[in-house]
């Protein structure tokens, strides 16, 4: 096309040399549409798409988030986009407990019949009951009246066969693989009184050490003062249908005498201090288990998740030799304080779980974060401890601040729900659902430590302040929904749905920490200011639909389907068969950037295209072919124009990536 002269729309002049460079051939450049009589292109002609199906701009169907067949088990689908669990529709009463696919609160185990009630008794069996006065020996006619003589009596290998009652005694396992087996944990407990020195153990109900592999232990339930379970230096350890309530931590596995596994099953882990279960540099696998209702500690209040997970780190550097992580499974996570799940360094695959309604630690109001996913910190955060979580047919919900991190880590999202993160606490701020940023630590943000994260099949929607919020880091996003994102409570601002950006801290911006982003066959509707906003970063928009974005509320300003603009950095966009739908401001808005467009369609926008200088730098659409814009539907050139719009605020990374 041939650059225009300048023209007047009111008071509002419009240089038709900012606003195309001279290789852009868009046929109209005007405020609000062409004249009847201008060239049409005319409406493309396309096949229906069935619901939910969406029409991307050549013409083709786009199904993005969860399909129909892809819930885990336990896991139903809503006919639209997203799996939700099946679960009681209340938090289940103490001592009683439902893993996803469980719509009724359950006992732990059923108690049987009889003395020794289910407990599968062989030859090997001593026998305990707490009732029984006399003389023992250990068999079912003479048990023991104690654990512990029960424990010290038992070959290796041996079954201990403990009746009902409550057992004041604090048990050590060591040198031996023993079979510790409750009636169940309704009738029988174990109550922590403290370990004598030289047992290598902290104060546990049950401590399993050196020589003690393979040991098991099951229908208990245990408490007081102490952990719970204490496991270091043992392999093997089985953890199944248990009830651990009230204790410090709740299970407590760290390699400190040895190399340490184990298996946590069908348990109830309630009302712990500090952590319900605590791994570090140590292997576990949970399981249809319930952790719920974890407290942070009065002494160390930052410290505190339903399951924390940590490489052995120090001032050194961070031990590799020793793993740290394992699996979590079909396992319920809620209530807990502080974080629910918390990987620091090591590697977490998360499947078929929910994590929700996570609380913020009760003194400073902080966190209540869902997940968090991050690199381990010390004295400061060490590039060898880098955390790698896969989290996979999930649901998050209804956590604080975030319900979703990844700080200077790595992370695969597959077919999982993030929603209704409500703001921060103390200050209402945030609500993001998945935010994935360079490591920040005691006040200082690390450039070489960014976060990665592929995010495929997800479905982010009723989130505040951001949906997904990439700050110094890079994403790739397939096939999946981003939606309905509201602003924050604090001022009513921001309300983004995708955010490509800078780690911005107290309104400065570092330049080297440009994101980049790779989004394509997903639905972006509904959010508030910005559908997508890249801002000092670049972005590849393939097979995408970006609609109904709305205006701020605070005061009714934006509401761009895209926008982009260089600041403090360069920024880039790239859209191809891509459509942009009822943009409450600019469908498209660029502010100093480069945006190359290839068959994409925007419809019924205040502004189509809107082009700005900004910060020294000149706009540039870049024109690929087959785009089009109008309203009610997209059938002619597009419209660019210089209408003296603002761009949005630069978003602030999350300070509170680590305690």
Known sequence: MEVGQPANFGQMEIDFSLVLSARVPFLCVALAGCAHDETQLGPVSRPPCVAPEITLADGSCM??????????????HDGEYACEPILPSETCPRGLMAVPGEAVCRPVMPCGRGRWGDIPVDDSTVYVDGAYVGMSDGSARRPWS??????????????????????????????KALRLWGVCPEEVEIVATGLTAGSGCPPAAVCVTSGASGTELRGVALHGPGNGVTISGAEGVMLDRLWVHDAERGIDAENVVGPT????????????????????????????????????QATAPALGSGIGIQLNCSEGGCDLTTPAGGTVRRTLVERNQDRGISLDGGALTVEATVVRDTLPEPSSKARGHGMTISVACGTTCYPEGRANAVVRTSFIANNHDTGLA???????????????????????????????????????????LRGAAE???????????????????????????VRRTFPRLADNHSGQGILLGLACEDGVCNPMTGSSGFVHDTLVEQ?????????GSDAIVERAVIRNTLATLSDGAFGDGVAVFSHDRSATASLSNARIEA?????????????????????CAAFELEGEPYEGANFVFEDLGNNVCGCPTADRECLSVTAGLEPPEAAEV???STP
């Open 455 to 481: 995010i495929v099949g997800a479905v982010i929607e009723d989130n505040r302040e951001g949906g997904l919020s990439v700050l110094g880091s890079d994403i790739t996003l397939d096939a999946s929904v």
């Open 583 to 603: 943009s409450a401001r600019a469908g498209l808005s660029n502010f100093g950037a480069l945006v190359k467009l290839a068959t994409t369609e925007i419809e």
């Open 146 to 175: 104690t654990i512990g003589e029960a424990v010290a009596a038992a070959t290796p290998g041996a079954l201990v066969a403990i009746a009902a009652g409550s057992y004041a005694e604090a048990i050590l396992v060591r040198d």
């Open 654 to 656: 999350s300070s509170s």
């Open 527 to 535: 959010n508030h200011e910005v559908g997508l906003c890249v801002s």
């Open 261 to 296: 596994s184990l298996h946590v099953s069908q348990t109830l882990i309630e009302d712990n201090e500090e952590y319900g279960v605590f791994v570090i540099a140590s292997e576990v696998a949970i399981d249809d288990t319930v952790v719920r209702g974890t407290k942070s």
């Open 406 to 448: 990844v700080y200077g880590s790595d992370a695969l999202v597959e077919r999982t729900v993030v929603r209704d993160t409500q703001p921060g606490a103390d200050d209402q701020l945030f609500g993001r659902g998945i935010n994935v940023q360079l490591a920040c630590y005691r006040g200082a943000c690390d450039p070489a």
């Open 63 to 76: 199904r993005p988030g969860i399909a129909p067949d892809g819930c885990a088990q336990g896991f139903l």
